[in-house]
Nanobody, 124 residues
Framework: HVQLVESGGGSVQAGGSLRLSCEVSGYTYPRGCLGWFRQAPGKEREGVIVVATDTDITDYADSVKGRFTISKDNAKNTLYLQMNSLEPEDTAMYFC??????????????????WGQGTQVTVS
């Protein structure tokens, strides 16, 4: 059974950085992907960034390219989201998600059957 647990959210000033973590367990899809989504108040959940499970191939939303970086530590079964140069527009609940196939943008949440509980990021 796939389980995802996010952590690392918080409140930062504009221009600051945060590193989110997602502990992954029970995931056995070598051709799948792990990604981050976010949902701001009054807005739909949107895909942010994704990485293939068997490689380091990534894809990004245009809004975060050059500022956010996704990485994974297979030994620790952990997915990371390094967020730099944060802007107030980045304020949202951030979710870790997993899929059993490789998905590129636009990321569709319906194709990600596994989700974490979310971690709040607030940029002021």
């Amino acid at each position: 059974h796939v389980q995802l647990v996010e952590s690392g959210g918080g409140s930062v000033q504009a221009g600051g950085s945060l590193r989110l973590s997602c502990e992954v367990s029970g995931y056995t899809y070598p051709r799948g992907c792990l990604g981050w989504f976010r949902q701001a108040p009054g807005k739909e959940r949107e895909g942010v960034i994704v990485v293939a499970t068997d490689t380091d191939i990534t894809d990004y939303a245009d809004s975060v390219k050059g500022r956010f970086t996704i990485s994974k530590d297979n030994a620790k079964n952990t997915l990371y989201l390094q967020m730099n140069s944060l802007e107030p527009e980045d304020t949202a609940m951030y979710f870790c998600a997993a899929a059993d196939i490789w998905l590129t943008f636009p990321l569709e949440q319906s194709k990600y059957p596994y989700w974490g509980q979310g971690t709040q990021v607030t940029v002021s």
